[in-house]
């Protein structure tokens, strides 16, 4: 399944953190933090503005980004865990 996102919408999919600490500490799942960076997999056309043109993105397909913490909504494609989140929810793009 292909989607691709409306608007000034993204899809990020999340990198996955490390399950053990530098020190060696295993982390089960009930410990680790909500991830927070991930690579954009798919973006929308961008934002209408008030005069009906189209505002372009700041990020595109394959940038890596951080994003908000509880930002956007949790979506299961085809069996990868996926985030769809707006625009203004991308706090940096890591270069």
């Known amino acids: 399944m292909k989607l691709k996102p409306l608007g000034d919408r993204l899809i990020v999919k999340p990198v996955e953190e490390e399950e053990t600490t530098e020190s060696g500490i295993f982390l089960p799942e009930t410990a680790k933090e909500k991830p927070q ?3 954009v997999v798919a973006a929308g056309d961008g ?3 008030e005069d009906g043109t189209r505002r372009p ?3 595109s397909e394959g940038d890596e980004v951080l994003y908000s913490k509880y930002g956007g909504t949790d ?3 085809e069996g990868d865990e ?3 989140l707006r625009e203004s929810d991308i706090l940096a793009k890591v270069q």
């Open 47 to 49: 934002a209408i503005a």
């Open 82 to 84: 996926l985030l769809v």
């Open 57 to 59: 993105l700041d990020v």
């Open 75 to 77: 979506i299961t494609v």
């Open 37 to 39: 960076k991930g690579t």
